[in-house]
T-cell receptor
């Protein structure tokens, strides 16, 4: 079974703090994704990575950066957390290059910025 | 803008009935389609994927795909209260080889005992 883990289930941070969210997958997947999910707005793609050190912006990259130094690990960084970044953050991974692109999600991190 | 549309619901069905969840997509070249189940406060869980026109059955779940009508549906037979969740439809758009998916907003299903 594919396993995607995230470093924290719940996180509370203060405005202005630098926040790191970590995601690890154990299936040797090439592609990894970070989403945020808010009521009424659905899943929104923040960033994705299709290879080590390769990344592309998603639909809402502002205020975020990412790092992928190893294939199995994809980190999301909030450089200076703000209250409007309070959300559920979801990491997902999928094999790359070929169909069928099934994405598998981690358990999520519920981040509260006060 | 490539889009995936779902009725937000809630869709309410009695226990034991068939629940029918529908999804339409705008990108005619899309090749693969997925249904995820998401319980409140949890992450999405993949339950079905379908790539060819027609039906695909897995236990109580049947996915149906009609590429000509750009329509994909999920049928849940013998619905149980434990099926109460939000169901997300996702589509792999044409021209994407990175595994990106476009998600619908989800349909909330309530199964009443």
């Amino acid at each position: 079974d594919v396993k995607v883990t995230q470093s924290s289930r719940y996180l509370v941070k203060r405005t202005g703090e630098k926040v790191f969210l970590e995601c690890v997958q154990d299936m040797d997947h090439e592609n990894m994704f970070w989403y945020r999910q808010d009521p009424g707005l659905g899943l929104r793609l923040i960033y994705f990575s299709y290879d080590v050190k390769m990344k592309e912006k998603g639909d809402i990259p502002e205020g975020y950066s990412v790092s992928r130094e190893k294939k199995e690990r994809f980190s999301l960084i909030l450089e200076s957390a703000s209250t409007n970044q309070t959300s559920m953050y979801l990491c997902a991974s999928t094999s790359g290059g070929t169909y069928p692109y099934e994405q598998y999600f981690g358990p999520g991190t519920r981040l509260t910025v006060t | 803008q490539k889009e995936v549309e779902q009725n937000s619901g809630p869709l309410s069905v009695p226990e034991g009935a068939i629940a029918s969840l529908n999804c339409t997509y705008s990108d005619r070249g899309s090749q693969s389609f997925f249904w995820y189940r998401q319980y409140s406060g949890k992450s999405p869980e993949l339950i079905m994927s379908i790539y060819s026109n027609g039906d695909k059955e897995d236990g109580r779940f049947t996915a149906q795909l009609n590429k000509a009508s750009q329509y994909v549906s999920l049928l849940i037979r013998d619905s149980q209260p434990s099926d109460s969740a939000t169901y997300l439809c996702a589509v792999n758009p044409s021209g994407s080889n990175t595994g990106k998916l476009i998600f619908g907003q989800g349909t909330t299903l309530q199964v009443k005992p």
